[in-house]
Nanobody
Framework: QVQLVESGGGLVQAGGSLRLSCVAS????????MGWFRQAPGKEREFVGV????????DYADSVKGRFTISRDNARNTVFLQMNNVKPEDTAVYYC??????????????????????WGQGTQVTVSS
């Protein structure tokens, strides 16, 4: 079992940058596909991006592609979400999640919140215009 703790959220102006961290404990992150999701008030949780257990493959939602980057530091057992050129519509609670099922592979699976077994508590990101 893995425990996930996000940090790095806060208030940022539109056009600025923010880096979120997701620290894992109990298991190494390389055992999981690690996803980032977000949920804005009154909206459903939506997929932001993923880094696969290989650490090589990433995939992103169209809304963040070219602005957000996911990376992983195995030595720190941490996954990062670098957010650049943020927009007010990026305002949400951001969650990291871990998918332990090695059979879940490919873009059909990554955006599905229900394939992820473990979730962090979330960190708030607010983008002012």
């Amino acid at each position: 079992q893995v425990q996930l703790v996000e940090s790095g959220g806060g208030l940022v102006q539109a056009g600025g940058s923010l880096r979120l961290s997701c620290v894992a404990s109990g298991r190494t992150v390389s055992r999981y596909n690690m996803g980032w999701f977000r949920q804005a008030p009154g909206k459903e949780r939506e997929f932001v991006g993923v880094i696969t257990r290989s650490g090589i493959t990433t995939d992103y939602a169209d809304s963040v592609k070219g602005r957000f980057t996911i990376s992983r530091d195995n030595a720190r057992n941490t996954v990062f979400l670098q957010m650049n050129n943020v927009k007010p519509e990026d305002t949400a609670v951001y969650y990291c999640a871990a998918d332990s099922d090695t059979a879940n592979s490919g873009k059909d699976y990554y955006p599905r919140a229900n394939v992820y077994d473990y979730w962090g508590q979330g960190t708030q990101v607010t983008v002012s215009s």
